[in-house]
């Protein structure tokens, strides 16, 4: 039985330093390396329904692609709607709620990405059909550790640029553990049009956060320099980037629907999740139950101050002095830039450029 161990055995070794942003493979020579997304002639007229009647291209990518096709034969995507299609996606790809994934689970995953990031690149557009935003961000987020490794644990991440190409794919680690790679600007366009849906996002910055919250945890009272620069960079980076597809998102909307967006982005972070373990058993758990729990009281500003909060946090429950952080959140507002040059620069290599300014 193939399978992935759970996200929880992810160590932090190191984040990407602001620096390394340009270990990120150019898109002309990813066009070389890529997987080929395989329409033909048949992408032109095969479309698939939006439930609402109309047309949707992402839909139609997606179902049309032949690696997608294969992926969930003997299901035929032809006849499917966009909900339809999204099921047998989930179907195919999701794990079994334990975060273990088998090889075929993590191609399907991979070539999902790869197709909808593809599409996006064609049509200098980086939309998705409603249908699929949920299904596709509960998606991501089952992949939560493959997605927060790639984009911040730097050392760890080279593993996965070395199986992005075409001849690459989804493999075992030295552990068994299966890993499913994707070019980062690939990943993070996906994670954007998704974001459209405030439970979406709402979906992709809990996982943020419980990933970020397993970085924190390893900074113990005793810990010093890079034990805790480190993961506090790495946390940083991963919700910069989550604050930036938020602005983005906010560009497009009016006062009324950007307020509706927020509300529902806070209410989908505060909902759920079970009572707050104590910290002495799931340090983890404690730190990102704890700010969800705060979020209520905050509203949605305080998603800019997460990183700064989650410290507070840990430093109130581990026993540490605020004077042993101060440095470190100094210089995660660096790193949460980085997040953010993250995401303009992918929008800028599709050809649709930032709409939000960054401060």
């Not at 909900?83 to 079994?96: F, G, I, P, V, Y």
């Not at 991979?110 to 949920?134: H, M």
């Not at 497009?252 to 972070?269: E, F």
Request: glycine letters at 10%; aromatic letters at 4%; proline letters at 5%.
């Amino acid at each position: 039985m193939e399978s992935e161990a759970t996200g929880m055995e992810t160590a932090v070794t190191t984040a990407a330093p602001p620096q390394q942003k340009s270990r990120r493979v150019p898109v002309k020579a990813l066009a070389l390396a890529a997987a080929v997304v395989v329409l033909g002639g048949a992408a032109g007229t095969w479309v698939l329904a939006r439930d609402d009647g109309g047309k949707q291209p992402s839909c139609a990518t997606v179902g049309g692609n032949a690696r997608i096709r294969e992926d969930l034969a003997p299901a035929d995507t032809e006849g499917m709607g966009c909900t339809e299609l999204a099921a047998a996606l989930t179907r195919a790809a999701a794990s079994d709620g334990s975060g273990r994934h088998t090889l075929a689970q993590a191609k399907v995953m991979r070539d999902l990405v790869d197709t909808l990031a593809d599409d996006f690149r064609d049509r200098s557009r980086v939309d998705i059909a409603p249908s699929l935003r949920k299904p596709v961000a509960q998606l991501l987020a089952d992949y939560a550790t493959d997605v927060h490794t790639m984009l911040v644990h730097y050392s760890e991440s080279m593993d996965y640029l070395k199986h992005t190409g075409p001849d690459g794919g989804p493999w075992r680690d030295d552990r068994g553990v299966v890993r499913m790679p994707v070019e980062n600007q690939s990943l993070i366009l996906v994670m954007r049009a998704v974001s459209d849906d405030p439970a979406a996002y709402a979906t992709l910055r809990k996982a943020g956060t419980a990933r970020s919250a397993e970085d924190l945890a390893q900074i113990t009272k005793a810990s010093a320099g890079v034990s805790v620069s480190v993961p506090v960079s790495s946390t940083a980076t991963a919700l910069g980037l989550l604050d930036a597809i938020a602005d983005e998102v906010l560009a497009s909307r009016s006062t009324s629907a950007a307020a509706r967006w927020k509300a529902d982005v806070v209410k989908g972070l505060a909902d759920g999740g079970g009572e707050v373990p104590p910290f002495s058993s799931d340090p983890a758990g404690y730190l990102a139950r704890t700010w969800e729990r705060g979020i209520a009281g905050g509203g949605y500003p305080a998603l800019r101050g997460q990183t700064r909060d989650m410290v507070g946090i840990l430093v109130k429950a581990s026993g540490r002095t605020a004077e042993s952080v101060a440095q470190p959140l100094r210089e995660a507002v660096v790193s949460g830039r980085v997040g953010q040059d993250w995401l303009d620069e992918a929008l800028i290599n599709t050809g649709s450029a930032p709409r939000s300014p960054r401060t």
